[in-house]
């Protein structure tokens, strides 16, 4: 995370193209070499930042208390996760502007994003898996290999994580400050919204 760390600090003082791996390992405290051996590129550098705020928001779901239902349980990760002082500080929320204005600009950058987003897709995936099983799930063995989760449930982290990760990148694209009406966490919750009477459960899809 370190070398993380020092990637996004340059990238935002400096600019993505001003920027060379070297200065990213001379900026970590490590030998070049070194880097190659974790990242092939300096755009991959950031990776973890970007996953360990995705990770953070799909791990509130799956802590959500168990009593909540699918959508209230994404609103819950939402509001500990996007509302600054709770998941991120303020100031970090300006680092994740700045970052994703420079995925605007490097495809290289956007590649990396929509890798982290996908991968999270994915954990959120088996996460609802874990909150939808019922009681006879829990007891039965599973078979090897482990089943696929059911299609409407890949969906239904997809429709999920679209709503967040939208909400995310249209904040970063405008200049609102990251709370209030036009934060994150308010466009997120405002997303999610839009989604009532949406199936959220697999037992709920047509044809299930």
């Not at 998941?87 to 990396?112: F, I, K, N, Q, Y």
Request: proline share 7%; net charge neutral; with cysteine.
């Amino acid at each position: 995370m370190e070398i993380a760390r020092a990637a996004a600090g340059l990238f935002v003082r400096r600019g993505l193209r001003a920027t060379r791996a070297e200065d990213i390992a001379q900026a970590a405290g490590i030998a070049p070499r070194t880097f190659y051996r974790y990242f092939a590129t300096k755009e991959e550098a950031v990776a973890p930042l970007y996953a360990a705020g995705a990770r953070r928001w799909a791990e509130a779901v799956r802590s959500a208390p168990a009593a909540l239902s699918v959508p209230e349980a994404l609103e819950h990760a939402v509001h500990h996760t996007l509302t600054p002082g709770e998941g991120v500080s303020a100031a970090s929320w300006e680092w994740v502007r700045t970052l994703m204005h420079l995925a605007d600009t490097s495809p290289a950058l956007r590649r990396v994003w929509a890798e982290v987003c996908r991968s999270s897709e994915d954990l959120l995936t088996s996460i609802l898996a874990e909150r939808t099983a019922t009681p006879a799930d829990s007891v039965v063995p599973q078979p090897q290999p482990q089943p696929q989760p059911h299609p409407h449930l890949r969906f239904t982290s997809a429709v999920a994580s679209a709503a967040v990760r939208v909400a995310v990148e249209s904040w970063a694209a405008g200049t609102s400050p990251a709370s209030g009406a036009q934060g994150p966490a308010a466009l997120a919750l405002r997303n999610l919204g839009a989604l009532r009477g949406f199936a959220w459960g697999a037992g709920e899809a047509a044809g299930a």
